[in-house]
């Protein structure tokens, strides 16, 4: 399996998109990205 980091931009815009209310599933739908990751990085910081 091949793991890619979050980079900073898609940090920031994890960050933007939480503090406006979007969802779990539509930041990760936004960014590509699986529900799972969204939430561990929300989690983490």
Do not use: F
Not at 10 to 29: F, N
Request: glycine share 2%; charged share 25%; hydrophobic share 35%.
């Amino acid at each position: 399996m091949n793991y890619n980091h979050l980079n900073i931009n898609e940090r920031t815009v994890i960050s933007l998109l939480a503090s406006s209310d979007v969802s779990i599933r539509e930041i990760a739908k936004q960014l590509g990205r699986s529900p799972s990751t969204i939430s561990r990085e929300l989690k983490r910081n």
